[in-house]
């Protein structure tokens, strides 16, 4: 055999190995990323989804956070606006976790309606990108305020 | 100047244009005034652009919160060091960054690579004004970092604390100058195909700068891991995140580009692979913006979602097409010269290497992409974790790790029986005695013990080739070991640079399966309690509660655990963990409140702690970790870096050296001490 086929054999042999592993992984560690409402569908059509080991995607309910003392346990609710669902979580809680912040969660919707979750990751894609908030009075009643289009505002070239 | 600095934007975004038409131009009609405009456009694009960066940072220095960037990224009260670094802190000033760096990459290549490829740089030129063009209109009309709000705040949003890390103001830099180096070679290559020049002279240009690109992906990734590590407290460096994946996917196939071109230059084959090769790392790296900018796929720490991710898509298919449709007209040109004579050669364990890399980097993109392939087929997203990752790279990485001890050392062509005898046979004594002594010592990790046994194997193959090569020296040189070493590395820079390069794989392997042996506890501890364990070492530890303070500093408020600890019953210092609250110069607080870990580093492991929360007023809750020998992948990248250099550094002077080495040297005892200058002129004179 030539030695060019016989790389091309093994070769093939090596990435059919990476290729099985793929594949078998895949089957094991794959997890749904679903939105509430997804989830809710999904648990309709097929009760085996409670207590299937899921990830949804949504917004924390402003104001149903409940820290228990010494913030390792936490309690709160997601929605996506259609469906809202309970959540409890054990671990270390993210710094950037907070009111209508968008988190995943990976855990279990337990029959009981309440989503158990192993791991909380908060995004801090909002935080990254915001601009000063013009309704926030921090940054309104301070000297050095300029109402949103006022003529004493400089004009650009001025400051250049 | 930051009104010149928006102008000059809109300038550059005109010269790039024009740059790139001309070159184009000038290259098809053999036109060199046009080509030589087209150059000088490449110099000015970047002066303007400099103007532009120089305009932004004027804005930032001088708190101009009327521009919604400076606003959004920046407080009156943040350090100086940080107004400096806010420049890439959001989405438009790191695209006005990443645009200076290939504006420069660009005037550097046209500097340096004008004479010596003059049919290749018209377009050359051409395609790195192209993808200047591309950022700068991205800039200009998809995310100015010049908007202006319709209000002007009093002070900024301030900086997200947990970019407020020296480790976060230099690791981006260091990422960006490695994605946009890979736009050189791709130049070089689409001017090759374009010209069918495909001969060796393209890959010389070429090489350099997939070096250069290699190492500064190598620190960059390095000090992402490091920042990650000291900065989010989850107690490990890598997530396989997307945004993670996306650096790595162009180290993998720039790291098989370096080695695949070393067979093409010696033995004319791969060609077709190495174009592919070349292409495909800046498609990865512009893919890897694109993920990280546009929001597509959900990562803890991607942009906020916005247009700019559509142009990204655009330009990727764009170049996508064309550089698929020129390999594909071009196929003939790229015939290979040689062919594969034996499976126990160098050249197929250089294509095993590739196999791997490429094989290491296809999984990783398949895993990031699973959730968008999955709802394109299935229609619900399906997501794949760090186990799916795991699994499939970590043999692959093994048997990586066997190539980096097999590849450097085996024959060309055809290894015979005798040549495998004498290379590898006290590198395999020196693996297996590893593994068999871990396994005495108690170690029962499968992977582990195979990665030790293997690292012990590649650092048996780099010793031996240091010995020989340091041996060889002290004979014929009758140099002392350290003089012999220095010169041995200086007089083969490439070859001895990629052994240290290698060394410093066989460190961050090694610290990678350290991993298996870590260990977590989660304790609660008022003041004065105390909390004792064993680490994996098998030393034992307390640690006591100093209870909690509370105090204001800089820019935040901080509420810290201090723990007192003990090792063997010896005292091994104080760790402190901090919670901290930002506040703005008003005295409000921003953002919420960052964790900051304590790190009692060592060389055998680090211990890590971290503060979770606090009840009342004295109880802290704190995770402890013994992070096994996590240190070494932070010096292991050092060294992989350090080795990247040495293979880098020019070697021109050397050369000339040479040549007079070999013209004096009957008579190289005459004038032994002459200097440099005087001896040349006496090698020419004799000439």
Known sequence: ?160 | MILVGELSLWVAFLMAAWSATVSFAGGKLRRADLVASGERGVYATFAFVLLAALGMWTAIFSHDFSIKYVASFTSANLPRPYLFTALWAGQAGSMLFWCLILSLYSAITVLTSRKANPELMPYVTGVLATTTLFFLATLCLGANPYERLDWIPADGRGMNPQLQNPGMAIHPPNLYLGYVATTVPFAFAVAALITRKLDAAWLAAVRRWSLVSWFFLTVGITLGMWWAYVELGWGGYWAWDPVENASLLPWLTGTAFLHSIMIQEKRGMLRKWNVVLVVSTFLLSILGTFITRSGVISSVHSFAQSPVGNWFAGFLVLALVVSGYLVATRLKDLEAKAELESMVSREAAFLYNNLVLVGIAFSVLWGTLFPILSEAVRGSKITVGPPFFNTVNIPLGLFLLFLTGVGPLIAWRRASLSNLRRQFTAPAFAGLLTGAALLALGMRDFYALVAYTLAGFVLGTIGQEFYKGVGARMRLHGENPAVALVRLVARNRRRYGGYIVHFGIVVVFSAFAGLAFKRENDVTLKAGESFETVDPWGHHWRFVSQGISRYDQLNRQVTAVALESTRDGKPAGIVTSEKRQHVDSQGNPTFEPSTEVGIMESAKQDVYVVLAGVIGEETAEVRITFNPLVWWVWYGGMIMAVGGLIVMWPQAERRRQGGYVAVMAPEGALAPAAPAKATLVTAAERA
């Open chain 1, 1 to 160: 055999m030539k030695a060019r086929t016989k790389f091309l054999v093994s070769g093939l042999l090596v990435l059919g190995v990476a290729g099985y592993l793929m594949a078998n992984s895949i089957e094991q560690t794959a997890t749904y990323y679903l939105t509430p409402q997804e989830l809710a569908a999904k648990t309709t059509a097929d009760p085996t989804f409670y207590e299937t080991g899921v990830k949804v995607g949504a917004r924390v309910v402003p104001g149903s956070i409940q820290r228990e003392p010494g913030g390792r346990q936490v309690a709160f609710r997601v929605t996506d606006g259609a469906r809202t669902y309970p959540v409890v979580y054990r671990g270390i809680i993210p710094d950037t976790f907070t009111d209508s912040v968008d988190v995943v969660v990976e855990g279990r919707l337990g029959r009981d309606g309440t989503f158990r979750a192993t791991t909380l990751l908060a995004k801090c894609a909002s935080r990254y990108e915001n601009a000063p908030d013009r309704n926030d009075p921090k940054y309104r009643n301070t000297p050095g305020y300029r109402a949103p289009a006022t003529a004493t505002a400089p004009a650009p070239a001025a400051r250049g």
